[in-house]
T-cell receptor, first 113, second 113 residues
Framework: DSGVTQTPKHLITATGQRVTLRCSPRSGDLSVYWYQQSLDQGLQFLIQYYNGEERAKGNILERFSAQQFPDLHSELNLSSLELGDSALYFC????????????FGPGTRLTVL | GQQVMQIPQYQHVQEGEDFTTYCNSSTTLSNIQWYKQRPGGHPVFLIQLVKSGEVKKQKRLTFQFGEAKKNSSLHITATQTTDVGTYFCAGRDYGGSQGNLIFGKGTKLSVKP
């Protein structure tokens, strides 16, 4: 158990819909990262938040947005969903500093029908 | 932008054989991390390399960081069925933001008993 929790575990929805994925980081970790993992693909970095502020942005689509709340939990919002958005979405957290490892949550599997 | 290439994409070995995965970056890295993802699981941190030419060992696993800090390798001696999974390298370049690790696409290892 990494200490990072993600809900829901599975999500099935239809094209055009909007969903929200939730992540709670490890206790004390200020940084939260979101990744997308499609079938046979690596981990695509989407976005990072640090203590409530956006810190870095990767290949995140404009239809996707995220935020980190004062209690440090984070939410990833995916809207106007397309079939190609079906993937595993991981949240990770880390302590402050570039030499810290990332602890991944169990992931949310999103299926868009 | 920074790219991290990892080869091979797949490797099938007989139990007891050795296995190596290679990671190459288009830019000089400040550090590189290795993660393992078991089937159906989430990535788990294995190790971090920071110094040029650094070699670290974890039992049957040997990790190397190239002299130019642009490449790395993971070697497993005498593979076991418990080694099955996908191995990812993740690098952060000197110009990158604090949290932006770039992951390779991973090497999926299968071990035949």
């Amino acid at each position: 158990d990494s200490g990072v929790t993600q809900t829901p575990k599975h999500l099935i929805t239809a094209t055009g819909q909007r969903v929200t994925l939730r992540c709670s980081p490890r206790s004390g970790d200020l940084s939260v990262y979101w990744y997308q993992q499609s079938l046979d693909q690596g981990l695509q970095f989407l976005i990072q938040y640090y203590n409530g502020e956006e810190r870095a942005k990767g290949n995140i689509l404009e239809r996707f947005s995220a935020q980190q709340f004062p209690d440090l939990h984070s939410e990833l919002n995916l809207s106007s969903l397309e079939l190609g958005d079906s993937a595993l979405y991981f949240c990770a957290s880390s302590a402050t500093g570039i030499y810290n490892e990332q602890f991944f949550g169990p992931g949310t599997r999103l299926t868009v029908l | 932008g920074q790219q991290v290439m990892q080869i091979p994409q797949y490797q099938h070995v007989q139990e007891g054989e050795d296995f190596t995965t290679y990671c190459n970056s288009s830019t000089t890295l400040s550090n590189i991390q290795w993660y393992k993802q078991r089937p159906g699981g989430h990535p788990v941190f294995l190790i971090q390399l920071v110094k040029s030419g650094e070699v670290k060992k974890q039992k049957r696993l040997t990790f190397q960081f190239g002299e130019a800090k642009k490449n790395s390798s993971l070697h497993i001696t005498a593979t076991q069925t418990t080694d099955v999974g996908t191995y990812f390298c993740a690098g952060r370049d000197y110009g990158g933001s604090q949290g932006n690790l770039i992951f390779g696409k991973g090497t999926k290892l299968s071990v035949k008993p």
